[in-house]
């Protein structure tokens, strides 16, 4: 069974870390570009970072750039978002997508040209 399984989501502070896992079973990511979305409340979904198959590249929103960073492991076959001065507005679903797409120059590519996509973990700020 080809499915991503996130994990490492949870209840922190303002200013506070978290640290999400993407993992895969079934297919390697050594091929997949992934990317991290997420969604809010009464929000539509938003990219939150991607990082290419080779894991020479990542791209960040605007919103967590300088806070928030991307990683690769393909021996472990997991994908880290590794979240830092997290603040109430990061609350939210986060979900990771792999994808054999890349090539959006400063972007990363839209949700729809990912294929795989986990079942998100929820992600609070709040004191």
């Known amino acids: 069974q080809l499915q991503l399984v996130e994990s490492g989501g949870g209840l922190v502070q303002p200013g506070g870390s978290l640290r999400l896992s993407c993992a895969a079973s079934?297919?390697?990511?050594?091929?997949?570009?992934i990317g991290w979305f997420r969604q809010a409340p009464g929000k539509e979904r938003e990219g939150v970072s991607c990082i290419s198959s080779s894991g020479s590249t990542t791209v960040y929103a605007d919103s967590v750039k300088g806070r928030f960073t991307i990683s690769k492991d393909n021996a472990k076959n997991t994908v880290y978002l590794q979240m830092s001065s997290l603040k109430p507005e990061d609350t939210a679903i986060y979900y990771c997508?792999?994808?054999?797409?890349w090539g959006y120059g400063s972007r990363c590519p839209p949700g729809d040209k990912y294929n795989f996509w986990g079942q998100g973990t929820q992600v609070t700020v709040s004191s």
């Open positions: 079934g297919f390697t990511l050594d091929y997949y570009a």
């Open positions: 997508a792999a994808g054999t797409t």
